[in-house]
């Protein structure tokens, strides 16, 4: 019996868009792969994957290094400018005490007056007065 009723037609339609939803799922897991004989490879999706693993792997190294240098660079920076620091202060010290040394005044000092006279007989000679209160 020959049915034209159109009930092959709908059940090859839908066999295909069955095969279609299979052979999508398949290559959204694995990617596209390439025909090896009878035997699909994938290796290619594999080794994309280990190189894009390394690649940032290397990245996140030299990003990891670069951070160590700036640090160790700024810290030898404020190194040389504490010592810079200490250098002017040490020297704007020295430049102010000389400063002030060439400011003061020079003080002369005199001898003592002499109380005794160069004659001692002199002294002698005179004579003596009472004290008042004494």
């Not at 660079?73 to 200490?86: D, K, W």
């Not at 020295?94 to 002499?114: E, G, N, S």
């Amino acid at each position: 019996m020959n049915n034209n009723d159109g009930s092959g037609c709908v059940m090859s339609l839908l066999l295909a868009i069955v095969l279609v939803g299979i052979v999508f799922v398949a290559i959204g897991a694995n990617g596209l792969p390439q025909w090896d004989g009878l035997t699909w490879d994938t290796t290619t999706r594999a080794e994309y994957e280990a190189t894009e693993r390394l690649r940032i792997e290397q990245e996140q190294a030299t990003e990891r290094l670069r951070i160590v240098e700036k640090e160790a660079t700024v810290r030898v920076g404020l190194i040389a400018l504490a010592i810079v620091g200490a250098l002017c202060v040490a020297g704007a010290s020295i430049y102010a005490i000389a400063y002030k040394m060439a400011q003061r005044p020079v003080v002369i000092v005199q001898p003592a007056a002499r109380l005794t006279s160069a004659n001692p007989t002199m002294i002698s000679s005179q004579p003596r007065r009472k004290m008042l209160n004494g």
